[in-house]
């Protein structure tokens, strides 16, 4: 796994972004204001979304390797009222974070990706936790019109993250051999190489760098890029250089089916 943050950094970013998360609760005029970019949920749904699956991950780590994912059975529900569910969004997290120091980075545990260029270890899931808390932000920010950045650090292993953890897969790629490179504005790139024989990602040195002809380029902001590849904004938002085509297959493609 390649990653550029610390266990306890993890930690910590995953503690800030928990905090901003529930900060972007706290200024809603509503719960029930819809979240445009999770038009099915409204703002207590993403709490609800958010608080639960966290006490589920906290319980999945304590349990170690497991053959399926723990649930937090019998932990109270998400409540309606606005201070309450706050204090119960402050305590989902400390009970992730409860059970990632416990279980430090090392230890097994089960995760729903492949063993292929992420591992199942609690460190991979802080990782992973760590992405998903700020996603999920900016979607609370956004609901409530004040979206910022993600922190440079967290956008900049996010972008790897992903690739790593949600695109990498020995599953045949469906057409022909594709490359996509990925260019942070910060100075970080990545290489997505397509085929028969799956998805796998690496490390670039940098921005413009000669490592072969790639099929398509994306070039952003780490922030821009997280966002594009969880589909928070549109592909035609950043530059883009080359074949277009291919990155609509790939956002289509389920290794799975």
């Known amino acids: 796994m390649t990653t550029t943050l610390e266990f306890p950094v993890l930690l910590r ?3 800030e972004r928990s905090t901003a998360f ?9 719960l029930d204001v819809q979240v445009p970019t999770c038009p099915e949920w409204t703002l207590f749904d993403l709490a609800r979304h958010i608080g639960e699956g966290r006490r589920d991950w906290a319980v999945t780590v304590a349990a170690g390797p497991a053959p399926a994912k723990s649930t937090a059975e019998g932990a109270p529900a998400a409540p309606r009222e606005r201070e309450a569910l706050l204090a119960w969004l402050a305590r989902s997290t400390e009970q992730l974070l409860d059970a990632l120091r416990k279980a430090g980075p090392d230890r097994g545990c089960w995760s729903w990706w492949e063993t292929l260029q992420s591992p199942h270890t609690s460190g991979a899931v802080a990782r992973h936790q760590l992405q998903q808390m700020a996603v999920h932000t900016y979607d609370a920010q956004i609901t409530v019109g004040a979206p910022q950045p993600l922190p440079v650090e967290v956008a900049l292993d996010g972008v790897d993250e992903f ?3 949600c695109v990498a897969t020995a599953s045949a790629w469906p057409h022909e051999p594709a ?3 990925f260019h942070a504005f910060e100075g970080r790139s990545w290489r997505l190489s ?7 990602t ?6 413009g760098t000669t490592a072969g002809a790639a099929d398509l380029s994306v070039r952003g902001t780490a922030d821009e890029l997280v966002l594009i590849l969880h589909d928070r904004i549109p592909f035609d938002s950043l530059r883009l250089d080359g074949d277009r085509g291919v990155f609509d ?3 289509a493609w389920d290794p799975d089916e």
């Open 13 to 15: 970013l995953i503690d």
């Open 22 to 30: 529930r900060a972007a609760v706290a200024s809603a005029p509503s």
């Open 163 to 165: 690739l790593s953890t």
């Open 179 to 181: 490359v996509v490179d």
């Open 194 to 200: 397509l085929s028969a024989d799956g998805a796998r």
């Open 202 to 207: 690496g490390r670039l040195p940098g921005p």
């Open 249 to 251: 297959k790939l956002s």
